[in-house]
């Protein structure tokens, strides 16, 4: 039992970090701003579905996907990156992102590569060389379980934070997001070189 335990717990630890829904919620309450219960759900669970279904096509055909296009995992570092730091720039510009169709957020943004991005695919697939599948398809249900919660109770977190508190948490998570942006651009530059 603890041959399974304890790397399932781990992996469950390291995959909720780094999907950040808690983070990641500013972005929901601004992206679904005067937005119906109705429509928030449906946003949310386009993010859920997406995420989950990238993840669970990356766990089984990621490093096949990558070798096809002949990407290695730091290229795909390189590439995540900027595509976050993006996203934060105009999130700290605008304060939210400029969607023609607010429906898209829970594909793009959120589902991919808020929730979803280099950071999480890369884990799961360390994982998966590290544990196997039982142990990293657990995780996944769990994190993604931990994931809904957080979004279910969008609403009520948000009435606590209130609207001022709600544009602070998002510039704050911006910039944390272009940290974390920069840290995955730094990472597959600094591989590659130490490749050569």
């Excluded at 279904?53 to 990621?62: D, P, S, W």
């Excluded at 931990?146 to 279910?152: D, E, K």
Aim: glycine fraction near 8%; include cysteine.
């Amino acid at each position: 039992m603890e041959a399974f335990f304890y790397p399932f717990l781990k992996s469950v630890i390291a995959l909720f970090i780094i999907t950040d829904s808690p983070g990641n919620l500013p972005f929901f309450l601004g992206l679904t701003e005067g937005e119906s219960r109705e429509s928030r759900r449906q946003i949310f669970s386009t993010a859920i579905l997406t995420g989950l279904i990238l993840m669970l096509v990356f766990l089984f055909a990621g490093l096949a996907v990558l070798d096809l296009f002949n990407v290695t995992l730091n290229d795909f570092k390189i590439a995540g990156g900027i595509l976050l730091l993006w996203i934060a720039i105009e999130i700290m510009l605008r304060g939210r992102l400029n969607l023609e169709r607010k429906e898209d957020a829970g594909v793009v943004p959120l589902g991919c590569p808020l929730l979803v991005g280099p950071g999480a695919i890369t884990t799961s697939i360390v994982l998966l060389q590290q544990y196997g599948y039982a142990v990293v398809l657990s995780a996944i249900a769990v994190t993604f379980l931990l994931i809904w919660l957080v979004l279910y109770f969008a609403e009520t977190i948000h009435r606590v934070l209130g609207h001022n508190g709600s544009i602070l948490l998002t510039k704050v998570a911006a910039i944390l997001i272009a940290a974390i942006a920069v840290q995955f651009v730094r990472q597959g530059i600094m591989a590659i070189i130490l490749l050569k």
